[in-house]
T-cell receptor
Framework: EDKVVQSPLSLVVHEGDTVTLNCSYE??????LLWYKQEKKAPTFLFML????IEKKSGRLSSILDKKELFSILNITATQTGDSAIYLC??????????FGSGTKLNVKP | DTEVTQTPKHLVMGMTNKKSLKCEQH?????MYWYKQKAKKPPELMFV???????INESVPSRFSPECPNSSLLNLHLHALQPEDSALYLC????????????????FGPGTRLTVL
């Protein structure tokens, strides 16, 4: 059965901390892995990863994919209260199917 | 224009009502999606349209009926819903470049918050 698993389910840190969020997957015909941030409304796109070992970076956020071990990590450095959100990992497989993990709820305290 | 719009923002309906949710994008994307999201859960895929044709139906009950009149519009017709269908309904679109090894990202609309009484 295809699946996407995120860990931890929730995380509480203080401003300035660095966090690492994990996403592992088992799907057929993998195409890509995407990270989203969801606050109160719809998910907003962060990164798309298709190749192993190539880090994507945007400001304090970075992500990398390991297609051999079937996982990805999302790093956030120098966290801020505005980073508090649910971070969703989604895998694209079988041409055009998207499957979301259950998300990691991040709470950054001042 | 990188926006996906959805109307209405909120909808309250009875179990005997017929209503429709609308989604629109003008990014030239050829794949459009309906998701259902319950509180504190990730989005669950319902339908995928590729080039205006239904390509994926994730065993959704027939009281939900999707329609894609053209490449920019996606509707979800609702009839005889149940209270457990209350959720946030998200529309998304993606470029659908096609071909093996080519991957797409998705752009989400703000969602319609549906309450079934």
């Amino acid at each position: 059965e295809d699946k996407v698993v995120q860990s931890p389910l929730s995380l509480v840190v203080h401003e300035g901390d660095t966090v690492t969020l994990n996403c592992s997957y088992e799907v057929t015909n993998f195409r890509s892995l995407l990270w989203y941030k969801q606050e109160k409304k719809a998910p907003t796109f962060l990164f798309m990863l298709t190749s192993s070992g190539i880090e994507k970076k945007s400001g304090r956020l970075s992500s990398i994919l390991d297609k051999k071990e079937l996982f990805s990590i999302l790093n956030i450095t120098a966290t801020q209260t505005g980073d508090s959100a649910i971070y969703l990992c989604a895998v694209v497989y079988n041409f055009n199917k998207f499957y979301f993990g259950s998300g990691t709820k991040l709470n950054v305290k001042p | 224009d990188t926006e996906v719009t959805q109307t209405p923002k909120h909808l309250v309906m009875g179990m005997t009502n017929k209503k429709s949710l609308k989604c629109e994008q003008h990014m030239g994307h050829r794949a459009m999606y309906w998701y259902k999201q319950k509180a504190k859960k990730p989005p669950e895929l319902m339908f995928v349209y590729s080039y205006e044709k239904l390509s994926i139906n994730e065993s959704v009950p027939s009281r939900f009926s999707p329609e894609c009149p053209n490449s920019s519009l996606l509707n979800l017709h609702l009839h005889a819903l149940q209270p457990e269908d209350s959720a946030l309904y998200l529309c998304a679109s993606s470029p659908l470049a096609g071909g093996l090894g080519v991957a797409d990202t998705q752009y989400f609309g703000p969602g319609t918050r549906l309450t079934v009484l």
